[in-house]
């Protein structure tokens, strides 16, 4: 099975940029559509994005549409999520997601804190 480390998450101010990686070690990731989720405090999860197992396809949550960037290297086994412009709404657990496209079993990250200042 796919094991995920995200990393990347920390204080930053209303504006900034952030640049998350989730790291997978176990099984290649070439085998999974790969994607991020977050939760806030109090709230539920929610999506974020997703991207393709060959990285040309991807699509975001509603809630991100025009500010959030995912993008994957296979050969370093790695899956980044860039987010621009970032609002105190964005605080969040960001957290790494894999799904086998074979088998369609779903895993998770730890999960990485990021926390936007007003």
């Known amino acids: 099975q796919v094991q995920l480390a995200e990393s990347g998450g920390r204080l930053v101010q209303a504006g900034g940029s952030l640049r998350l990686s989730c790291a997978a070690s176990?099984?290649?990731?070439?085998?999974?559509?790969m994607g991020w989720f977050r939760q806030a405090l109090g709230k539920e999860r929610e999506y974020v994005g997703s991207i393709s197992r060959n990285g040309l396809r991807t699509f975001f949550g509603d809630s991100v549409k025009g500010r959030f960037t995912i993008s994957r290297d296979n050969a370093k086994n790695t899956v980044y999520l860039q987010i621009d412009s970032l609002k105190p709404e964005d605080t969040a657990v960001y957290y790494c997601?894999?799904?086998?496209?074979?088998?369609?079993?779903?895993?998770w990250g730890q999960g990485t804190q990021v926390t936007v200042s007003s």
């Open positions: 997601h894999a799904r086998n496209w074979y088998s369609g079993r779903d895993y």
């Open positions: 176990g099984r290649t990731i070439s085998n999974y559509v």
